[in-house]
């Protein structure tokens, strides 16, 4: 049974910091791509991120969010820098079995339950 938990969340004031968790049971993570997708209130979830074998970021985060995994633990790793109050979501992270990464949400298959992040300006 395949399940994706998230956790790291919380509050943060604007210009911090937070690293987020996706620990990932069930799957190899080596054949899976992982993607972090966002969803603030009232929007549409958007994505942020993957990693396969290329690492690939949404505009909005370039520079500022690192992705990484460590195959060992089963986990995905999502650092966020110099957040912003726009930064505020329920950060998700999804998976598919694909050879390369994609951002087209419609094509994962498992998801966690999301971690609340809050940017106070």
């Avoid at 938990?5 to 996706?22: N, W």
């Avoid at 799957?27 to 994505?47: H, N």
């Avoid at 990693?51 to 690192?66: C, L, M, N, P, Q």
């Amino acid at each position: 049974q395949v399940q994706l938990a998230e956790s790291g969340g919380g509050l943060v004031q604007a210009g911090g910091s937070l690293r987020l968790s996706c620990a990932a049971s069930g799957l190899p993570l080596m054949s899976y791509t992982v993607g972090w997708f966002r969803q603030a209130p009232g929007k549409e979830r958007e994505f942020v991120g993957s990693i396969k074998w290329s690492i690939d970021y949404a505009e909005s985060v370039k520079g500022r969010f690192a992705i990484s995994r460590d195959i060992a633990k089963s986990t995905v790793y999502l650092q966020m820098n110099s957040l912003k109050p726009e930064d505020t979501a329920v950060y998700y992270c999804e998976a598919v079995r694909t050879v390369i990464g994609t951002p087209d949400r419609a094509r994962y298959d498992y998801w966690g339950q999301g971690t609340q992040v809050t940017v106070s300006s």
